[in-house]
């Protein structure tokens, strides 16, 4: 199942599959570069364009930070957390914070309600499951960003600091008021594999009518 595709005029070989099953969620990363930021632009400009939406509403929007950007959202989120986690509890927060901002990027995934109410108000035979598409289609998103990171050799977890830290990045990088932020994707060099993992059976989970 090999397929080839062209990405900013590099071709990108690798079995769907095999990317899929290799996407692991990758606590312990480095900001050690591992491909240039132009290339991580390209994958999640690929990304966004190619994801997904039902009606084609394309309400997923996506802000990527480098360097000292990246490093501002984990100190907003550690100084957001260090308003509601106990002090005696706090150096365990601070630590998982720390290590999200060794990495050298951070990918935020919003979604735009004006694009939803407006579909909402299009066709409002639909109404009540337009936001429910919205959050499928984000969910698709996160997912394509976070393979083709992985696929770039790149580690990478998805994390949700949102509400909590909503207001902060919407006053520092302006974002407009209609994107909700719905996940954040700290990124970096892999300096640990992923561990074993367990699944459930597949009988459990599958049914297959013939």
Same mark, same amino acid.
């Given at each position: 199942m090999k397929h080839l595709n062209k990405l900013g005029g590099v071709n990108v070989?690798? $079995?769907f599959l095999k990317a899929v099953e290799d996407r692991r969620s990758i606590y312990v990363i480095s900001n050690e570069k591992v491909v240039p930021e132009e290339?991580? @632009?390209e994958v999640v400009k690929f990304a966004v364009k190619h994801t997904p939406y039902s009606f084609n509403a394309t309400s997923g929007r996506v802000v990527v930070l480098f360097g000292e950007e990246h490093n501002k959202l984990w100190e907003l989120a550690k100084d957001e957390l260090r308003k509601i986690v106990p002090v005696e509890n706090f150096a365990d927060t601070e630590g998982r914070? $720390?290590?999200f901002k060794a990495g050298y990027g951070t990918v935020l995934f919003f979604e735009d309600q004006e694009v939803v109410k407006g579909l909402? @108000?299009?066709m409002a035979l639909y109404?009540?499951?337009f936001p429910i598409w919205s959050e499928q289609a984000s969910g698709m998103l996160q997912f394509v960003v976070w393979t083709a990171l992985e696929n770039e050799g790149l580690g990478a977890t998805l994390q949700h600091y949102n509400?909590?830290?909503d207001e902060g990045v919407k006053q520092h990088w302006h974002t407009p008021d209609s994107w909700v932020l719905r996940a954040q994707m700290p990124f970096g060099k892999p300096e640990i594999k992923a561990g074993e993992k367990e699944f459930q059976p597949l @009988? @459990?989970?599958v049914?297959?009518?013939k």
């Open positions: 070989a690798k $079995d290339r991580i @632009e914070i $720390d290590g909402q @108000e299009q109404k009540d499951n509400p909590l830290i @009988e @459990e989970r049914k297959v009518f």
